[in-house]
């Protein structure tokens, strides 16, 4: 038997994604982003309303960078969900963390989060169906804390992600299967 529930936006795991821009004063701001996804192996989509003070950041800079938010600073990634850059232009100085230039876009890699995407933006899309603000990843880094024999170990990233039903985040740390191998098995 199943249970008849409301539409929500019910996908789940989703992401809480730090987007970082400068503003006109070069000062940082970060948004909290659920609805954030890879379009292809080099471009990141992020459904944002034009309204939010990143988006216009992003158009006028050209440039915004995604960060993975961690369990250690859940407190400072819902912050920046729940303040507005628009209201609070400061936000990011009250959060304590701290930012650096990314390495090659005009845009701020948070150095709290353990790994981050340099973005050049593409293009906005604003149709009924359309998905907000698209960029071309040109860098990835991460911190050497998450990283065993070269290569990022998920389990020490401590991402969390978000729980749309009961506004929960969840620690994904566990490594449960192989990609492209356990179906295997089912295979004749």
């Not at 990011?92 to 701290?98: D, E, P, Q, V, Y």
């Not at 024999?149 to 401590?158: A, E, F, L, Q, Y």
């Not at 969390?160 to 994904?172: C, S």
Request: aromatic share 8%; net charge negative.
């Amino acid at each position: 038997m199943r249970t008849k529930l409301n539409i929500t936006e019910g996908i789940f795991p989703m992401p809480v994604l730090m987007v970082a821009t400068y503003n006109e004063d070069g000062s940082v701001n970060v948004m909290n982003a659920a609805w954030g996804t890879m379009q292809e192996r080099d471009t990141v989509v992020l459904n944002l309303t034009e309204s939010h003070k990143t988006v216009k950041n992003i158009k006028a800079r050209g440039a915004f960078t995604v960060s993975i938010a961690d369990a250690a600073h859940l407190v400072e990634a819902d912050y920046f969900g729940v303040e507005s850059g628009n209201r609070v232009p400061d936000k990011f100085a009250r959060s304590g963390l701290t930012a650096a230039k990314a390495e090659l876009v005009d845009a701020p890699v948070i150095q709290e989060f353990p790994i981050c995407l340099e973005c050049e933006f593409i293009e906005y899309q604003d149709g009924k169906y359309g998905c907000g603000v698209v960029g071309k990843v040109v860098n990835v880094t991460a911190d050497e804390k998450v990283m065993t024999d070269g290569r990022i170990d998920m389990s020490k990233v401590n991402a969390i992600a978000f729980d749309p039903y009961t506004h929960g985040y969840y620690r994904v740390t566990e490594r449960v299967g192989e990609a492209f191998q356990d179906g295997l098995k089912l295979k004749k």
